[in-house]
């Protein structure tokens, strides 16, 4: 008997549970959940990314009917085909084009404003890099192509200039009279004169033909206070004062403000911006060297609706105040990441404290060496992380991998980089038993570190065992056996993760790998740097794990064309894969991966000695999605003659 078929509005209500990019697959199925996920719920706020080359043309004619898509357009220059497809966008998607990114783009103002004046629904525009356009100084110095773009860009609500090296007073006044209701501005990046004018070695005025000046971002952001809010000044030379200025702007309200790597400011000036910028919920600090954690405690003070804070990279900023800031009960991103003086006492102490307190979805504490109660913190975040990096943690031990498991199994996103005394057993959730003991017999003689079931009693607070240098005891068959009745404190426990992070955790071996790597919806990878591992690793994983779309298994050095013989026809959503310095593989591997890796973007065979370059540029001309080939090295190459 035959089943009828389902309903269009079942197939679209099954299609809502389903990730993006699970959506495009499913649309692949069959007629009737292509048309379901062409529904026009599944059709808002589209991203479709492609370069300018003629193969694009089809594309773009059949975005036609995509109502309010955004484009990314890769490499377009002033070339008749770059020129056509800008003409293509014009005409099919024109007045409907909700956001235009051009990024590796060189072209100049001609070729653009053939464009600009159709597209009358933006609402966000990407320049960033674009120095062509703005090296004569010329764009827009038209009356009538202004007007023109004015009356399109009405709308314009994003405008992003970043990384532009001529950008001057006259040429941003051009363009930004054009959109008068800017909410984001981003300026990362470009050389904007704050106080002198290097050139003239005076204080800039506004009008410069030849830099950006303060005085006339400020002016702007005085115009269009209503409605600006969010602002990217990250990598600029921002002095002190002049953040002081801008967070006086009369009627300025920031949302948002982005200020990583700028390497002068200091604390005085972070207390001021705090003061008068009340309303800020996002702030990106990250790469202020000079910081300290008087910046934190204004943070903390002033700012009561927090919602993001990078001090990443921030050396001097200490423990201080670092428990109020978990107090702060809208925050929910922290990056700590090379804070090495952080050693996260007081993040637990904060997290202890009665409500209100943060609820984080996501924490960075990559590199922060002194981290010590991961198992607390792993306890305080129970339902509320979704994210979290310990890279290079290198005090984490087995019984940090228990806890993270046990209390964090919501997690979606979870590094483990470098961390170098994970051993198989923690992923297993296992403790290591005492030499010659029975494992099994272990848990009734004492209420010492032993298997989940007891997990509460573990000894989560022991220092780690100062013997480094002896290797763990193997995992044995009969270890596997109790592995296999209890799964609470192994990592197999985070049944939703979506980023897993091993890399160069060096003790871990297939035993962990093949037992513990059981992911549904795993789909970032990283196994890099584990010498140990073999084929019968990767075999498991790609069994196991069949929605990998990224993979990295540089210096696996155990690895051969067998191991992705059994891997890859299970993995047909791959894009990216990472194989340097795997000396196993061959060009047989490069076969396999044309056969079965048809949606491959990116691949590293760098320092592969057993491969050939003819056999590199067979696979360049077969993978049709391939952007990025890294081979440097191949076939044992010297260095000094592919250089
Ligand atoms: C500016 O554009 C770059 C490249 O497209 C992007 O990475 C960055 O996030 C954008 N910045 C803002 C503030 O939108
Ligand atoms: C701030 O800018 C830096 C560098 O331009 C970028 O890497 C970072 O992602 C930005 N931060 C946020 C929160 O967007
Ligand atoms: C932070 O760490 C750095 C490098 O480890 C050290 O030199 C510095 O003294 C520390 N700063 C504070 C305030 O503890
Ligand atoms: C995994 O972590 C390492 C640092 O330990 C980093 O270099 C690498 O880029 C990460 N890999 C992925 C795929 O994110
Ligand atoms: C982990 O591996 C490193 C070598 O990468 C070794 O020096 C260290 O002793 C091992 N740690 C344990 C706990 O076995």
Not at 44 to 65: D, E, H, Q, V
Request: a neutral charge; charged letters at 25%.
């Amino acid at each position: 008997m035959e089943t009828p078929a389902l309903p269009h509005e079942v197939i679209c209500h099954i299609l809502t549970f389903l990730h993006p990019s699970d959506r495009k697959e499913a649309s692949l199925v069959c007629r009737s959940w292509n048309e379901a996920s062409r529904d026009h719920q599944f059709q808002k706020n589209l991203i479709f990314r492609f370069p300018a080359c003629t193969s694009s043309l089809g594309f773009i004619r059949g975005l036609a009917c995509r109502p309010r898509c955004s484009l990314i357009i890769s490499h377009v220059d002033d070339s008749s085909v770059s020129r056509q497809v800008l003409e293509e966008v014009r005409v099919h998607l024109g007045a409907e084009l909700e956001g235009l990114m051009l990024p590796r783009s060189s072209m100049m103002e001609s070729s653009l404003l053939k464009l600009l004046p159709s597209l009358t629904a933006l609402r966000k525009l990407d320049l960033e890099g674009l120095d062509s356009l703005f090296m004569s100084g010329v764009f827009l110095s038209r009356e009538e192509h202004r007007q023109q773009v004015r009356k399109a860009m009405k709308n314009l609500e994003e405008l992003n200039l970043s990384d532009l090296r001529y950008l001057s007073d006259l040429s941003f006044n051009r363009l930004t009279g054009c959109t008068l209701r800017l909410r984001r501005l981003a300026l990362a990046g470009c050389h904007i004169a704050f106080e002198f004018d290097p050139y003239l070695g005076c204080a800039v005025g506004p009008g410069s033909s030849a830099m950006l000046s303060l005085r006339n971002l400020l002016r702007l952001l005085q115009d269009q206070s209503s409605t600006l809010c969010s602002l990217d000044l990250s990598r600029t030379s921002i002095t002190p004062e002049s953040l002081r200025s801008l967070a006086l702007v009369p009627g300025l309200h920031l949302d948002e403000l982005n200020l990583s790597g700028c390497k002068k400011l200091r604390d005085y000036s972070i207390e001021q911006l705090c003061r008068h910028q009340r309303g800020l919920r996002k702030l990106d600090l990250s790469g202020c060297t000079e910081l300290t954690s008087r910046s934190t405690i204004a943070v903390v003070a002033e700012l009561k609706h927090l919602q993001s804070l990078s001090l990443s990279r921030n050396w001097r900023v200490t423990e201080k105040g670092m428990a109020d800031l978990t107090a702060l009960p809208s925050l929910s991103s922290l990056d700590l990441s090379e804070c090495v003086n952080v050693s996260g006492e007081e993040l637990v102490k904060g997290l202890s404290s009665a409500q209100p307190r943060a609820q984080l979805e996501k924490l960075s504490l990559k590199s922060c060496t002194y981290i010590q109660d991961v198992h607390s913190l792993a306890r305080l975040l129970t339902s509320s992380l979704k994210e979290l990096d310990l890279t290079s943690c290198d005090v984490l031990t087995d019984s940090s991998v228990h806890a993270i498991s046990y209390y964090l199994a919501g997690l979606r996103v979870l590094r483990l980089g470098s961390c170098k005394l994970i051993t198989d057993w923690g992923l297993l959730g296992m403790t290591e038993p005492e030499d010659g003991k029975d494992p099994s017999k272990d848990k009734d003689e004492e209420n010492g570190p032993s298997f989940t079931r007891t997990f509460g009693n573990i000894g989560f607070f022991q220092p780690p065992k100062m013997a480094f240098e002896e290797k763990p005891r193997l995992v044995t068959d009969a270890d596997l056996r109790t592995f296999r009745e209890q799964e609470g404190t192994s990592l197999r426990a985070i049944k939703g993760l979506e980023e897993l992070n091993l890399s160069g955790c060096s003790n871990l071996s297939d035993v962990s790998i093949t037992q513990v790597l059981h992911f549904p919806v795993l789909q970032r990878l990283s196994l890099a740097m584990l010498p140990e591992i073999s084929d019968d690793a990767v075999a498991s994983v790609a069994l196991h794990c069949r929605c990998l779309s990224s993979l990295a298994l540089s210096g696996c050095s155990r690895i051969t064309d067998e191991g992705l013989a059994r891997a890859l026809p299970h993995l047909p959503r791959l894009q990216h894969l990472r194989l340097a310095h795997c000396d196993g593989i061959t060009d047989t591997s490069l076969s396999l991966i044309v056969q079965h890796c048809t949606r491959l973007k990116t691949l590293d065979i760098s320092s592969c000695k057993d491969i050939t370059v003819s056999q590199v540029d067979f696979l360049q001309s077969h993978l049709p999605f391939l952007e990025n080939v890294q081979y440097r090295f191949v076939g044992g190459a010297d260095a000094n003659l592919t250089l």
